[in-house]
């Protein structure tokens, strides 16, 4: 099966730039999308379809997707940006796959 | 605006079944533009999926679950519904349902607040 890889953890001081990793094997050849998960509430969406953005998430907020990884950036960080963020692809057209979780620390 | 919202025990005896219903508001299970999932998150840990349902009844389901995982749609009562067997304690997790389009490789863009389920004696 298919298996996405994130770092743990990232820390970033407010107003820098945080860079979150997603590694895959020929991920650029696939669609990614990016959630957001501040601690006890459910995932939000902020990235899909690699680059684009829902209505209503800020545009501090990017993706991009090449080779063998995604990368979120999330710039100007705020400390209400904490939390974990996942990466989620499909290996097939309907089997969903998470990576393991980022949790940003500012 | 749609809401989801996931109902049903807390608490599930190992060897026995979980049952979890999600029932939608703000939108109807019949329509034909969505799919219907259900995601877990055991405590402390990252998110999985377990699998999708469309209106008509066509499932998808997470292969490492499918043996042990059915997911039906009610569309008189506007509800889908999750049922696990077998549990063990490592089925303990917050249960998500969600909502994602039709169309190829779109994402689960509204979810619920999730239901935690403890798989203990």
């Known amino acids: 099966s298919y298996v996405l890889t994130q770092p743990p953890s990232v820390s970033v001081a407010p107003g820098q730039t945080a860079i979150i990793t997603c590694g895959g094997d020929?991920?650029?050849?696939?669609?990614v999308c990016w959630y957001q998960q501040r601690p006890g509430q459910a995932p939000v969406l902020v990235v899909y379809a690699d680059s684009d953005r829902p209505s209503g998430i800020p545009d501090r907020f990017s993706g991009s997707s090449s080779g063998s990884a995604a990368t979120l950036t999330i710039r100007r960080v705020e400390a209400g940006d904490e939390a974990a963020y996942y990466c989620q692809v499909w290996e097939s057209s309907s089997d969903v796959v998470f990576g393991g979780g980022t949790k940003l620390t500012v | 605006q749609l809401q989801l919202q996931e109902s049903g025990p807390g608490l599930v005896k190992p060897s026995e079944t979980l049952s979890l219903t999600c029932t939608v508001s703000?939108?109807?299970?019949?329509?034909?533009?969505?799919?219907w999932g259900w995601i877990r998150q055991p405590p402390g840990k990252g998110l999985e999926w377990i699998g999708n349902i469309y209106y008509s009844g066509t499932t998808f389901y997470n292969p490492s679950l499918k043996s042990r995982v059915t997911i039906s749609v009610d569309t008189s009562k506007n509800q889908f519904s999750l049922k696990l067997n077998s549990v063990t304690a490592a089925d303990t997790a917050v249960y998500y349902c969600a909502r994602r389009r039709i169309q190829l490789l779109s994402p689960f863009d509204y979810w619920g607040q999730g239901t935690l389920v403890t798989v203990s004696s």
């Open positions: 020929n991920i650029g050849s696939k669609s």
């Open positions: 703000g939108g109807s299970v019949s329509s034909g533009f969505y799919y």
